[in-house]
């Protein structure tokens, strides 16, 4: 994905979809439209002998107060629908202003629900209030606020029906809530669906202002309900819900029809004339009014959005944790405010800041990443940062759990000839009796892709698959980035690693490598990594981190050692390097949080979800830029080929670091 457009790729992306989703949408606007005619022409057979002059005389008894209170009322249901949206937004992190978001709530409810067909008015509405934004954003809002809408309607009405001792319908609402609170769980769970989950804390919300939504709109029909009516409101209630709903499922305009004869058939003993005023006196007051307000905003205009340039993809050249690199993975994002930026990613209830921050000081990144988790509905937390971090977000109130070991070393001091890496030294005098040899850095355009496509995907079956969230995954594009080291056996490539690289620092993240993998060839492309970073005169190259092996852990802790495998041999693996070890922590604001935290972190890491496209097929979208069709594929050349080319990589190597010529 082109860096210019990584920003806004949550709320960016093709129209096609909305292309392909009118047909659907132009056929429920044609049955909506069928189904008001039909309930019209019931209603008109209905009423055929309804007494008008009563009908008058009754609209006129609704008193002035009745009137202003039926007003209030109307404006708390909107300031709910406007919440409504600003809560879907903040699920969908958008990242627009609230205050935008609720206006453009307003105005699609307020005109859609009374032109009906409400999916196609209120997402071209939406689209109109929300500026910069695309016509699929716009409509999956709306899908949304539709049907979370509908299941919290379900959830309020079915409570209501369960309370009322006289209301229908009870072995149905019991039903409905059962199947909520299995919907909740599933929340909690949050499973991999082709679509974000909306969270628990999300659905609380959703269903405390749907529940008002509804039942101001109920009280105010109830203010306006002439004297004749005598309507009590636990009576009216009920009957008032389920007309609502089958008003709603309908689609047809203000739910014109359906409404009316669900309310007439469920309070079939009170005076007609009077029960069909008040509901011209509430259409008057819930819809005719909100409409011409909406439509004013929606002439008007949407509001003004100021400019506020997110952090260029450049500064994480500078960053002083080169696993900030994982951005180009496609998953994460940059947030921040003012000077300091953070690396965030997000599982169901957890706004997670990895590593220490990209920019600014900790000071200055944790109110940061507060502000964006209260924005998104979720928890913030802190993932394998440093002391230094951890110390900061001690003060702020954020409780600390070592959580992992990272193993890092200064090349420019790294020597083998030392005891502590005698066993070093044998991984690797094996490696080259075997015949390995690296190339390394690979770039590009002399990749062995195909090689690398197949050793990975070797790899992947050997370990169930590979891991995500805090490690990197095999994609071409994203390899493109990074620092590729290739160890080769009679000319055939049988594994590599990739560096996270930065002006400060290298860290370690791919290690893949195919079966009958000969003894000593993982340690043999680290240190070729070590040799390399000496000579250019790096400072730091990190091999990234292990969960701590304490005697004891946290159950937290092992809820993160059972995502890795084999642990202790990943760890002795390292040690063979006689790195120094740095303690990574990871901080939540309570011991509840922790443990949340550590439980959806260990899924993301087992069960990551799939790579955006982008990551994956960069490199086939640019095929052009680097390789030519004509050339063989490495791995099939002769090994002065080969040699040729890994001299052409230090060259390349030269001109951007001037120090390895010194050396």
Known sequence: MPDSNRNSRAISVSAAPVVLAWPKLLARALLSLGLCGACLWLLLQRLAHLDLAEMRTAFGSVSAAHWLAAVVLTGVSFWAVGRYDAVLHRHFATGLPESITRRAGICAIAVSQTLGLGVITGAILRWRMLPGQSLWLATRLTAAVALSFLAGWAVVTASVLLALPAAPFKPQAAAVLALAVALVALAIVAPRVP????????????????ALDTLAAAAAFYMLCPGPLALPFAVMIPAFLLALGAGLASGTPGGVGPFEITLLALLPDEPQA???AAVLAWRGCYYALPALLGAAL???GPGVISSAKAPAPALLAQAPRAEAGLWHQGQHDLIGAGSATLLAARTPHLLVALFDPVTGSANDSLPALHQAARAESRLPVLYKCSARTAVCARRHGLLPLLIAQEAWLDPRSFRLCTSSRAGLRRKLRRAEAAGVRISGPASPRTCPWPALDDIAASWARAHGGERGFSMGRYARGYLARQ?????????????????????????????????NLPDGTMHLLIQTAISDAARLGLPRLSLAAVPSLAPHPSRALRLIRAALDDCAGLARFKSSFAPQWQPLYLLAPNRATLALAAAEIARAVLRPQPLPATAASEIEHHHDKYEIASARPPWQRHAKDLSDEVGHGRAFETALHPGLADG
């Open 195 to 210: 679509f974000r989950w909306p969270n628990a804390f999300t659905l609380s919300r959703l269903l405390g202002l749907a």
């Open 274 to 276: 009077a029960l069909l």
């Open 298 to 300: 929606a002439i008007k």
């Open 483 to 515: 620092r590729v080291y290739i160890a080769w056996q009679d000319d055939l490539p049988i594994a590599f690693v990739s560096f996270h690289q930065t002006a400060q620092e290298w860290t370690l993240d791919l290690m893949r490598h195919g079966t």
